[in-house]
Protein backbone atom coordinates (compact mmCIF):
# COMPACT_ATOMS: atom_id res chain seq x y z
CA UNK A 1 0.00 0.00 0.00
CA UNK A 2 0.87 3.59 0.05
CA UNK A 3 2.41 4.91 2.56
CA UNK A 4 2.00 8.43 2.11
CA UNK A 5 0.32 10.55 4.80
CA UNK A 6 -1.17 13.35 4.00
CA UNK A 7 0.43 16.18 6.77
CA UNK A 8 -2.01 18.38 7.89
CA UNK A 9 -1.53 21.12 9.87
CA UNK A 10 -2.15 19.53 12.83
CA UNK A 11 0.01 16.36 12.79
CA UNK A 12 3.09 18.31 11.49
CA UNK A 13 1.94 20.28 14.64
CA UNK A 14 1.96 17.07 16.83
CA UNK A 15 5.31 15.90 15.34
CA UNK A 16 7.09 18.93 16.66
CA UNK A 17 5.53 18.78 20.08
CA UNK A 18 6.67 15.37 20.21
CA UNK A 19 9.78 15.43 19.01
CA UNK A 20 12.32 13.34 21.14
CA UNK A 21 15.54 13.96 19.24
CA UNK A 22 18.79 12.92 20.38
CA UNK A 23 19.25 16.10 22.98
CA UNK A 24 16.08 16.06 24.04
CA UNK A 25 17.01 12.53 25.28
CA UNK A 26 20.12 12.90 26.28
CA UNK A 27 18.56 16.05 29.04
CA UNK A 28 15.86 13.84 30.16
CA UNK A 29 18.33 11.04 30.79
CA UNK A 30 21.08 13.36 32.39
CA UNK A 31 18.06 15.04 34.59
CA UNK A 32 16.70 11.63 35.65
CA UNK A 33 20.07 10.84 37.12
CA UNK A 34 20.43 14.62 38.28
CA UNK A 35 16.68 13.92 39.96
CA UNK A 36 17.30 10.58 41.47
CA UNK A 37 20.76 12.16 43.41
CA UNK A 38 18.34 14.66 44.42
CA UNK A 39 16.34 11.93 45.99
CA UNK A 40 18.90 10.10 47.48
CA UNK A 41 20.12 12.94 49.37
CA UNK A 42 17.13 14.20 51.54
CA UNK A 43 13.48 13.12 51.93
CA UNK A 44 11.61 15.10 49.87
CA UNK A 45 14.58 16.38 47.90
CA UNK A 46 13.27 15.57 44.66
CA UNK A 47 10.03 14.72 42.10
CA UNK A 48 11.86 11.07 42.73
CA UNK A 49 10.97 9.97 45.95
CA UNK A 50 13.86 7.36 46.24
CA UNK A 51 11.99 5.02 47.86
CA UNK A 52 14.77 2.57 50.38
CA UNK A 53 13.01 -1.02 49.89
CA UNK A 54 15.13 -2.09 52.86
CA UNK A 55 15.96 -5.05 50.77
CA UNK A 56 19.65 -5.67 51.05
CA UNK A 57 19.88 -9.43 49.69
CA UNK A 58 18.59 -10.48 46.89
CA UNK A 59 18.66 -14.16 45.82
CA UNK A 60 21.29 -15.97 44.67
CA UNK A 61 19.94 -18.83 43.24
CA UNK A 62 21.64 -20.92 46.35
CA UNK A 63 17.96 -20.67 48.15
CA UNK A 64 16.75 -23.91 49.42
CA UNK A 65 13.29 -24.88 50.69
CA UNK A 66 9.59 -24.42 50.44
CA UNK A 67 8.11 -20.59 50.47
CA UNK A 68 5.05 -19.00 49.49
CA UNK A 69 4.24 -15.49 47.89
CA UNK A 70 0.92 -13.50 48.29
CA UNK A 71 0.37 -10.33 45.93
CA UNK A 72 -2.12 -8.04 46.26
CA UNK A 73 -2.45 -5.22 43.60
CA UNK A 74 -5.64 -4.60 42.03
CA UNK A 75 -8.91 -6.86 42.39
CA UNK A 76 -7.69 -10.18 42.19
CA UNK A 77 -5.56 -11.77 44.77
CA UNK A 78 -2.47 -14.26 43.72
CA UNK A 79 -1.46 -16.68 45.44
CA UNK A 80 2.07 -19.07 44.76
CA UNK A 81 4.16 -21.68 46.45
CA UNK A 82 7.40 -22.67 45.01
CA UNK A 83 9.92 -25.52 46.14
CA UNK A 84 13.62 -24.46 45.78
CA UNK A 85 16.20 -27.18 45.69
CA UNK A 86 19.77 -24.49 45.36
CA UNK A 87 22.01 -24.00 42.85
CA UNK A 88 21.75 -27.12 40.83
CA UNK A 89 18.08 -28.39 41.04
CA UNK A 90 16.75 -24.71 41.25
CA UNK A 91 12.88 -24.53 41.09
CA UNK A 92 11.62 -27.70 41.41
CA UNK A 93 8.05 -27.28 41.63
CA UNK A 94 5.41 -23.94 41.73
CA UNK A 95 1.65 -24.14 42.82
CA UNK A 96 -0.38 -20.84 41.74
CA UNK A 97 -3.95 -19.80 42.70
CA UNK A 98 -5.96 -16.53 41.80
CA UNK A 99 -8.85 -15.14 44.10
CA UNK A 100 -11.02 -12.20 42.92
CA UNK A 101 -11.86 -9.75 45.50
CA UNK A 102 -15.52 -9.64 46.27
CA UNK A 103 -16.56 -5.62 45.55
CA UNK A 104 -18.30 -5.37 48.98
CA UNK A 105 -14.70 -6.12 50.62
CA UNK A 106 -13.02 -3.16 48.66
CA UNK A 107 -15.04 -0.94 50.81
CA UNK A 108 -15.54 -2.73 54.29
CA UNK A 109 -13.19 -3.05 56.80
CA UNK A 110 -9.40 -3.74 57.54
CA UNK A 111 -10.93 -6.55 59.09
CA UNK A 112 -12.81 -8.19 56.73
CA UNK A 113 -10.63 -7.60 53.77
CA UNK A 114 -7.11 -9.73 55.36
CA UNK A 115 -9.27 -12.30 56.65
CA UNK A 116 -10.26 -12.92 53.43
CA UNK A 117 -7.12 -12.98 52.73
CA UNK A 118 -5.53 -14.74 54.84
CA UNK A 119 -8.39 -17.78 54.35
CA UNK A 120 -7.52 -17.61 50.93
CA UNK A 121 -3.99 -18.21 51.73
CA UNK A 122 -5.45 -21.31 54.49
CA UNK A 123 -7.53 -23.29 51.76
CA UNK A 124 -4.33 -22.79 49.53
CA UNK A 125 -1.53 -24.05 52.00
CA UNK A 126 -4.12 -27.02 52.63
CA UNK A 127 -3.52 -27.95 48.96
CA UNK A 128 0.25 -28.52 49.09
CA UNK A 129 0.82 -31.13 46.83
CA UNK A 130 3.53 -33.74 47.35
CA UNK A 131 6.34 -31.80 46.19
CA UNK A 132 6.59 -29.75 48.50
CA UNK A 133 8.17 -30.23 51.61
CA UNK A 134 8.76 -27.65 55.01
CA UNK A 135 12.24 -28.55 55.97
CA UNK A 136 12.03 -29.35 60.24
CA UNK A 137 12.18 -26.90 62.66
CA UNK A 138 11.12 -23.61 60.14
CA UNK A 139 7.65 -22.28 59.26
CA UNK A 140 6.16 -21.73 56.22
CA UNK A 141 7.42 -17.66 54.63
CA UNK A 142 5.74 -15.57 52.73
CA UNK A 143 6.61 -12.95 50.59
CA UNK A 144 4.31 -10.38 50.02
CA UNK A 145 3.63 -8.30 47.17
CA UNK A 146 1.59 -5.11 48.16
CA UNK A 147 1.30 -2.59 45.48
CA UNK A 148 -0.45 0.33 46.75
CA UNK A 149 1.63 3.56 48.25
CA UNK A 150 3.18 2.28 51.72
CA UNK A 151 5.91 3.45 53.74
CA UNK A 152 8.14 1.16 54.21
CA UNK A 153 9.71 0.71 57.76
CA UNK A 154 12.24 -2.45 57.25
CA UNK A 155 11.93 -5.55 54.77
CA UNK A 156 9.19 -6.94 56.58
CA UNK A 157 7.01 -4.32 57.54
CA UNK A 158 5.58 -1.02 56.23
CA UNK A 159 2.69 1.50 57.34
CA UNK A 160 -0.29 2.05 53.94
CA UNK A 161 -0.33 5.78 53.11
CA UNK A 162 -3.39 5.78 51.32
CA UNK A 163 -5.77 2.69 49.23
CA UNK A 164 -5.83 3.41 45.46
CA UNK A 165 -7.48 1.62 42.47
CA UNK A 166 -10.80 1.23 43.84
CA UNK A 167 -10.12 0.31 47.27
CA UNK A 168 -11.78 2.31 50.02
CA UNK A 169 -11.24 0.05 53.05
CA UNK A 170 -11.57 1.71 56.62
CA UNK A 171 -8.85 0.96 59.42
CA UNK A 172 -6.27 0.29 57.17
CA UNK A 173 -4.69 3.57 56.31
CA UNK A 174 -1.66 4.50 59.07
CA UNK A 175 -1.09 0.55 59.87
CA UNK A 176 1.45 -1.62 59.18
CA UNK A 177 -0.41 -4.15 56.15
CA UNK A 178 2.13 -6.67 57.42
CA UNK A 179 0.38 -6.71 61.08
CA UNK A 180 -2.86 -6.20 59.51
CA UNK A 181 -2.10 -9.68 57.35
CA UNK A 182 -0.49 -11.28 60.76
CA UNK A 183 -3.62 -10.72 63.15
CA UNK A 184 -5.60 -12.34 60.59
CA UNK A 185 -3.59 -14.96 59.88
CA UNK A 186 -3.75 -15.55 64.26
CA UNK A 187 -7.79 -15.43 64.46
CA UNK A 188 -7.60 -18.12 61.72
CA UNK A 189 -4.82 -20.27 63.30
CA UNK A 190 -2.49 -20.10 60.32
CA UNK A 191 0.99 -20.70 61.36
CA UNK A 192 2.98 -18.82 58.42
CA UNK A 193 5.22 -15.58 58.77
CA UNK A 194 6.15 -12.74 56.41
CA UNK A 195 9.53 -12.44 55.58
CA UNK A 196 9.24 -9.79 53.08
CA UNK A 197 7.38 -7.12 52.00
CA UNK A 198 7.76 -5.86 48.27
CA UNK A 199 6.09 -3.81 45.89
CA UNK A 200 5.45 -5.26 42.11
CA UNK A 201 9.33 -3.73 40.84
CA UNK A 202 11.28 -4.95 43.57
CA UNK A 203 9.58 -9.01 43.03
CA UNK A 204 10.32 -8.35 39.07
CA UNK A 205 13.94 -7.75 39.97
CA UNK A 206 14.57 -10.28 42.59
CA UNK A 207 12.84 -12.43 39.96
CA UNK A 208 15.31 -12.29 37.45
CA UNK A 209 17.89 -11.51 39.65
CA UNK A 210 17.87 -15.26 40.70
CA UNK A 211 18.64 -16.42 37.76
CA UNK A 212 20.88 -13.74 37.15
CA UNK A 213 23.88 -11.99 38.46
CA UNK A 214 23.83 -9.02 35.88
CA UNK A 215 20.88 -8.29 36.51
CA UNK A 216 20.81 -4.08 38.36
CA UNK A 217 17.44 -2.77 37.04
CA UNK A 218 13.70 -3.62 37.13
CA UNK A 219 11.20 -1.31 34.90
CA UNK A 220 7.70 -2.06 34.98
CA UNK A 221 5.35 -0.62 32.01
CA UNK A 222 1.64 -1.49 32.50
CA UNK A 223 -1.09 0.56 33.63
CA UNK A 224 1.37 2.56 35.17
CA UNK A 225 5.09 3.08 35.68
CA UNK A 226 7.75 2.88 38.34
CA UNK A 227 11.52 1.31 37.95
CA UNK A 228 14.02 0.13 40.93
CA UNK A 229 17.58 -0.69 40.32
CA UNK A 230 20.43 -1.81 43.11
CA UNK A 231 22.17 1.16 44.92
CA UNK A 232 24.85 1.08 47.01
CA UNK A 233 24.22 2.29 50.56
CA UNK A 234 27.19 4.24 51.18
CA UNK A 235 25.68 6.43 48.34
CA UNK A 236 22.29 7.15 49.90
CA UNK A 237 22.93 10.27 52.09
CA UNK A 238 19.38 10.13 53.69
CA UNK A 239 20.08 6.55 55.05
CA UNK A 240 21.00 6.83 58.58
CA UNK A 241 22.32 3.90 61.12
CA UNK A 242 20.88 1.68 57.98
CA UNK A 243 23.38 -1.67 58.18
CA UNK A 244 23.30 -3.34 55.29
CA UNK A 245 25.88 -6.90 55.01
CA UNK A 246 25.41 -6.71 51.21
CA UNK A 247 26.78 -3.03 50.91
CA UNK A 248 23.74 -2.37 48.71
CA UNK A 249 19.92 -2.08 48.87
CA UNK A 250 16.96 -1.55 46.40
CA UNK A 251 15.61 1.89 45.64
CA UNK A 252 12.17 2.06 44.25
CA UNK A 253 12.62 5.40 42.04
CA UNK A 254 9.07 6.17 41.71
CA UNK A 255 9.85 7.52 38.59
CA UNK A 256 6.33 8.03 37.23
CA UNK A 257 6.21 11.47 39.30
CA UNK A 258 9.52 12.37 37.06
CA UNK A 259 8.56 15.98 34.90
CA UNK A 260 11.77 18.16 34.22
CA UNK A 261 12.05 18.61 30.27
CA UNK A 262 9.47 16.86 28.55
CA UNK A 263 8.04 17.44 25.37
CA UNK A 264 4.52 17.76 26.22
CA UNK A 265 2.09 19.02 23.99
CA UNK A 266 -1.95 20.75 24.98
CA UNK A 267 -3.42 17.35 24.72
CA UNK A 268 -0.89 16.39 27.68
CA UNK A 269 -1.93 19.28 29.93
CA UNK A 270 -5.27 19.15 29.14
CA UNK A 271 -5.16 15.37 29.75
CA UNK A 272 -3.27 16.40 33.16
CA UNK A 273 -5.92 19.19 34.19
CA UNK A 274 -8.86 16.61 34.17
CA UNK A 275 -7.39 13.37 36.09
CA UNK A 276 -7.77 12.69 39.28
CA UNK A 277 -4.03 13.98 40.23
CA UNK A 278 -3.74 16.96 38.40
CA UNK A 279 -0.10 17.94 38.31
CA UNK A 280 1.36 14.76 39.82
CA UNK A 281 2.77 11.34 37.77
CA UNK A 282 3.78 13.40 34.77
CA UNK A 283 6.55 10.76 33.08
CA UNK A 284 3.96 8.09 33.87
CA UNK A 285 1.34 9.82 31.97
CA UNK A 286 3.32 10.03 29.11
CA UNK A 287 4.74 6.47 28.86
CA UNK A 288 2.38 4.31 30.90
CA UNK A 289 -0.38 2.38 29.05
CA UNK A 290 -3.27 3.94 31.25
CA UNK A 291 -2.77 7.55 29.09
CA UNK A 292 -1.36 6.53 25.53
CA UNK A 293 -4.75 5.97 24.06
CA UNK A 294 -5.95 8.97 25.79
CA UNK A 295 -3.42 11.02 24.56
CA UNK A 296 -4.23 9.74 21.17
CA UNK A 297 -8.32 10.13 21.32
CA UNK A 298 -7.54 13.51 22.38
CA UNK A 299 -5.87 14.13 19.30
CA UNK A 300 -8.52 12.08 17.23
CA UNK A 301 -10.94 14.75 18.99
CA UNK A 302 -9.43 18.04 18.22
CA UNK A 303 -9.10 16.73 14.32
CA UNK A 304 -12.08 15.56 14.12
CA UNK A 305 -13.58 19.15 15.56
CA UNK A 306 -10.93 21.50 13.43
CA UNK A 307 -10.46 19.16 10.04
CA UNK A 308 -13.51 17.43 10.18
CA UNK A 309 -10.95 14.48 10.27
CA UNK A 310 -14.01 11.62 10.31
CA UNK A 311 -16.65 13.46 8.46
CA UNK A 312 -19.05 16.40 9.53
CA UNK A 313 -20.73 14.95 12.80
CA UNK A 314 -18.68 13.80 16.24
CA UNK A 315 -19.78 11.29 17.87
CA UNK A 316 -20.61 10.95 21.37
CA UNK A 317 -17.91 7.95 22.12
CA UNK A 318 -15.00 9.92 20.12
CA UNK A 319 -15.64 12.64 23.22
CA UNK A 320 -15.43 10.43 25.93
CA UNK A 321 -12.58 10.15 28.20
CA UNK A 322 -10.64 6.95 27.80
CA UNK A 323 -12.80 5.32 25.20
CA UNK A 324 -9.57 4.84 23.00
CA UNK A 325 -7.62 2.26 25.16
CA UNK A 326 -3.68 1.85 24.38
CA UNK A 327 -4.67 -2.11 23.40
CA UNK A 328 -6.91 -0.49 20.32
CA UNK A 329 -3.55 1.92 19.55
CA UNK A 330 -1.38 -1.28 19.24
CA UNK A 331 -4.16 -2.95 17.01
CA UNK A 332 -4.48 -0.50 14.87
CA UNK A 333 -0.38 -0.12 14.52
CA UNK A 334 -0.02 -3.66 13.22
CA UNK A 335 -2.55 -3.89 10.55
CA UNK A 336 -0.59 -4.31 7.56
CA UNK A 337 -3.57 -4.24 5.01
CA UNK A 338 -3.76 -1.65 1.79
CA UNK A 339 -7.51 -0.55 2.70
CA UNK A 340 -6.48 -0.03 6.98
CA UNK A 341 -9.37 -2.21 7.51
CA UNK A 342 -8.81 -3.49 10.97
CA UNK A 343 -7.81 0.51 11.39
CA UNK A 344 -11.52 1.23 10.29
CA UNK A 345 -13.08 -1.38 12.62
CA UNK A 346 -11.26 -0.68 15.33
CA UNK A 347 -12.07 3.11 15.10
CA UNK A 348 -15.87 2.43 14.56
CA UNK A 349 -15.87 -0.02 17.77
CA UNK A 350 -14.03 2.33 20.23
CA UNK A 351 -14.77 6.10 18.83
CA UNK A 352 -18.20 5.64 16.78
CA UNK A 353 -16.39 7.19 14.11
CA UNK A 354 -16.46 5.91 9.87
CA UNK A 355 -13.29 6.83 8.13
CA UNK A 356 -11.79 6.64 4.96
CA UNK A 357 -8.26 5.83 3.98
CA UNK A 358 -6.49 8.92 4.21
CA UNK A 359 -8.14 9.52 7.63
CA UNK A 360 -7.40 6.20 8.91
CA UNK A 361 -3.89 7.03 7.81
CA UNK A 362 -3.30 9.69 10.00
CA UNK A 363 -4.76 7.84 12.54
CA UNK A 364 -1.83 5.56 12.36
CA UNK A 365 0.38 8.48 11.93
CA UNK A 366 -0.94 10.06 15.20
CA UNK A 367 -0.75 6.49 17.45
CA UNK A 368 2.75 5.94 16.10
CA UNK A 369 3.40 9.43 16.79
CA UNK A 370 2.28 9.48 20.69
CA UNK A 371 3.91 5.28 21.19
CA UNK A 372 7.38 6.93 19.56
CA UNK A 373 7.45 9.38 21.99
CA UNK A 374 6.58 6.98 25.02
CA UNK A 375 8.80 4.84 24.08
CA UNK A 376 11.67 6.67 23.53
CA UNK A 377 11.37 8.80 26.58
CA UNK A 378 11.29 5.51 28.24
CA UNK A 379 14.55 4.53 27.03
CA UNK A 380 15.78 7.52 27.98
CA UNK A 381 14.57 6.97 31.88
CA UNK A 382 16.20 3.92 31.92
CA UNK A 383 19.75 5.35 30.43
CA UNK A 384 19.10 8.01 33.12
CA UNK A 385 19.48 5.02 35.75
CA UNK A 386 21.76 3.32 34.50
CA UNK A 387 24.36 6.87 33.82
CA UNK A 388 23.87 7.57 37.64
CA UNK A 389 24.96 4.17 38.35
CA UNK A 390 27.75 3.98 36.01
CA UNK A 391 28.78 7.53 37.58
CA UNK A 392 28.94 6.31 40.95
CA UNK A 393 30.89 2.86 39.92
CA UNK A 394 32.90 3.67 36.88
CA UNK A 395 33.03 0.70 34.57
CA UNK A 396 31.09 -1.61 36.43
CA UNK A 397 27.83 -0.87 34.40
CA UNK A 398 28.73 0.00 30.93
CA UNK A 399 32.01 -1.67 30.71
CA UNK A 400 30.17 -5.22 31.37
CA UNK A 401 26.97 -6.89 30.71
CA UNK A 402 23.94 -5.43 32.64
CA UNK A 403 20.49 -6.92 32.41
CA UNK A 404 17.54 -4.36 32.86
CA UNK A 405 14.14 -7.05 34.01
CA UNK A 406 11.25 -5.60 32.12
CA UNK A 407 7.79 -6.11 33.02
CA UNK A 408 4.02 -4.83 32.60
CA UNK A 409 1.50 -5.69 29.81
CA UNK A 410 2.62 -2.49 27.63
CA UNK A 411 5.84 -3.24 27.00
CA UNK A 412 4.99 -7.25 26.96
CA UNK A 413 2.12 -6.49 24.18
CA UNK A 414 3.37 -3.70 21.67
CA UNK A 415 6.13 -4.42 19.22
CA UNK A 416 6.25 -0.84 18.48
CA UNK A 417 7.00 0.52 21.67
CA UNK A 418 9.54 -1.93 22.58
CA UNK A 419 11.06 -1.01 19.44
CA UNK A 420 11.33 2.80 20.37
CA UNK A 421 12.37 1.81 23.78
CA UNK A 422 15.36 -0.20 22.78
CA UNK A 423 16.66 2.40 19.42
CA UNK A 424 16.49 5.33 22.06
CA UNK A 425 18.81 3.23 24.25
CA UNK A 426 20.84 2.26 21.64
CA UNK A 427 21.09 5.94 20.33
CA UNK A 428 22.25 7.34 23.76
CA UNK A 429 24.58 4.92 24.57
CA UNK A 430 26.29 4.44 21.44
CA UNK A 431 26.57 0.96 19.47
CA UNK A 432 29.15 -0.26 21.69
CA UNK A 433 28.04 0.36 25.23
CA UNK A 434 24.12 -0.46 24.20
CA UNK A 435 25.63 -3.95 23.20
CA UNK A 436 26.56 -4.24 27.16
CA UNK A 437 22.74 -3.35 28.08
CA UNK A 438 20.48 -6.15 28.02
CA UNK A 439 16.89 -5.40 27.95
CA UNK A 440 15.03 -8.57 29.21
CA UNK A 441 11.52 -9.53 29.33
CA UNK A 442 10.97 -11.22 32.89
CA UNK A 443 7.12 -11.98 32.15
CA UNK A 444 5.50 -12.18 35.76
CA UNK A 445 8.81 -12.25 37.69
CA UNK A 446 7.26 -10.37 40.15
CA UNK A 447 4.95 -13.48 41.95
CA UNK A 448 7.66 -16.14 42.20
CA UNK A 449 10.14 -12.41 42.78
CA UNK A 450 8.09 -12.30 46.13
CA UNK A 451 8.65 -16.03 47.25
CA UNK A 452 12.86 -15.37 46.41
CA UNK A 453 12.85 -12.42 48.84
CA UNK A 454 11.22 -14.57 50.93
CA UNK A 455 13.85 -17.18 50.60
CA UNK A 456 16.73 -14.39 50.37
CA UNK A 457 15.28 -12.96 53.59
CA UNK A 458 14.19 -16.00 55.78
CA UNK A 459 14.56 -16.06 59.42
CA UNK A 460 16.50 -19.91 59.39
CA UNK A 461 19.00 -18.56 56.98
P1 LIG B 1 -1.12 -3.62 35.60
O1 LIG B 1 -0.07 -2.65 35.18
O2 LIG B 1 -2.50 -3.04 35.57
O3 LIG B 1 -0.79 -4.32 36.88
P2 LIG B 1 -0.36 -5.17 33.29
O4 LIG B 1 1.10 -5.15 33.56
O5 LIG B 1 -0.94 -6.44 32.76
O6 LIG B 1 -1.21 -4.80 34.55
O7 LIG B 1 -0.64 -4.01 32.25
C1 LIG B 1 -1.89 -3.78 31.74
C2 LIG B 1 -1.79 -2.60 30.80
O8 LIG B 1 -1.00 -2.95 29.67
C3 LIG B 1 -3.10 -2.14 30.25
O9 LIG B 1 -3.66 -1.12 31.07
C4 LIG B 1 -2.74 -1.59 28.88
O10 LIG B 1 -2.41 -0.23 28.99
C5 LIG B 1 -1.49 -2.33 28.51
N1 LIG B 1 -1.83 -3.37 27.52
C6 LIG B 1 -2.47 -4.53 27.74
N2 LIG B 1 -2.64 -5.21 26.59
C7 LIG B 1 -2.09 -4.45 25.62
C8 LIG B 1 -1.96 -4.59 24.20
N3 LIG B 1 -2.42 -5.64 23.55
N4 LIG B 1 -1.35 -3.59 23.55
C9 LIG B 1 -0.87 -2.54 24.19
N5 LIG B 1 -0.99 -2.33 25.50
C10 LIG B 1 -1.57 -3.29 26.21
Not at 21 to 34: E, K, S, T, Y
Not at 40 to 67: C, H, N, Q, R, W
Not at 79 to 93: D, S
Request: with cysteine; hydrophobic share 40%.
Amino acid sequence: RSTAVYLTPLVTKLHKDCATPLPVLRHVADAMAADMRAGLAAEGGSDLKMILSYVDSLPTGSEKGLFYALDLGGTNFRVLRVQLGGKEERVIATEFDQVSIPKDLMFGTSEELFDFIASGLAKFAQKEGNKFHLPVGTKREIGFTFSFPVKQTSVDSGILIKWTKGFSVSGTAGRDVVACLMEAMERLGLDMRVSALVNDTVGTLAGARYWDDAVMVAVILGTGTNACYVERVDAIPKLQDHVSSSGTTIISTEWGAFSNGLPLTEFDRDMDAASINPGEQIFEKTIAGMYLGEIVRRVLLKMAEEDALFGESIPEKLATPFALGTPDLCAMQQDTSNDLQDVGSILYKAAGVESNLSARKIVVEVCDTIVKRGGRLAGAGIVGILQKMEEDSKGLIFGKKTVVAMDGGLYENYPQYRRYLREAVTELLGDDIAKNVVIEHSKDGSGIGAALLAAANSKYR
